[in-house]
């Protein structure tokens, strides 16, 4: 190796973060469609009691989390082409079962005894959904987000085969002249970009759960 690491990632940082850019733009795109769509379809799908609409609706969803990402990847191209849009749309399709699975869960974990108390203490709908149902299903709501979005970092990485960029362009320019160090350094940020995410979700998640825990415990008059 003529170059050292250090000379390779100063030689190489523009690429390298206009990669490390594309990445982040992709999963954080995917990430926030399939939080506006999963998280309200779930909390909608907790209190829905026709037990059939739940059913079709996670085996939907559940379908789409079993095809292969390339075959998925593959399939959107005839219908709108290569590039970022299809790379957003798998990866929002993908997102929605683990959202959708722990939203629903953190809702159907509340005790239906503490609603019913709140119920005649007064407590409108609304107000039992945000003063007690939502801060009690937050931690399940925030595992899901968690999960999922280490999981699209790391699929992200496949968007480059669609021609979209991120960090898995850099993997396969390091396949392609077999230079071992582009390969590396694709692979260890997109793993380092996965775990400062969880971090940051974990901090937010401690930080958002303590104020709900007190809001829980105020009377909405």
């Known amino acids: 190796m003529n170059q050292t690491i ?3 990632l100063m ?3 523009p690429d390298i973060g206009k990669a490390f850019q594309e990445h982040l733009m992709i999963a954080s795109a995917a990430m926030l469609f399939g939080c506006l ?3 309200p379809v779930g909390v909608w799908l907790s209190a829905n009691r026709v037990q059939w609409i739940n059913s079709v609706i996670f085996t939907i969803a559940n379908v789409l989390q079993t095809i292969p990402s390339l075959a998925l990847l593959a399939l959107l ?3 709108f082409g290569i590039g970022t849009q299809p790379a957003i749309i798998a990866l929002f399709l993908y997102s929605l079962m683990p959202l959708m699975r722990n939203t629903y869960s953190g809702f159907q974990a509340v005790d239906r005894n503490l609603l ?3 119920r005649g203490m007064g407590y409108s709908a609304g107000q039992r959904l945000l003063r ?3 801060p009690l299903s937050f931690p399940y709501i925030m595992t899901g987000i968690r999960i999922t979005a280490v999981y699209i970092i790391n699929w992200t990485t496949l968007a480059a085969l669609i021609g979209a960029g991120g ?3 850099l993997i396969l320019s390091g396949l392609a002249v077999n230079k071992k160090e582009l390969i590396f350094t694709g692979a260890v940020i997109a793993v380092l970009l996965a775990l400062l995410i969880d971090f940051l979700f974990g901090l937010l998640e401690k930080s958002v759960s303590s104020r709900m825990k007190v809001q829980a415990s105020t ?3």
Do not use: H, M
Request: hydrophobic share 55%; aromatic share 8%; net charge negative.
């Open 167 to 169: 960090l898995g362009q």
């Open 132 to 134: 007690i149902q939502l």
């Open 37 to 39: 769509v999963a998280i």
């Open 219 to 221: 009377d909405p008059s």
């Open 11 to 13: 030689d190489r940082l």
């Open 77 to 79: 191209i005839p219908l």
């Open 116 to 118: 019913e108390a709140a």
């Open 6 to 8: 250090w000379e390779f």
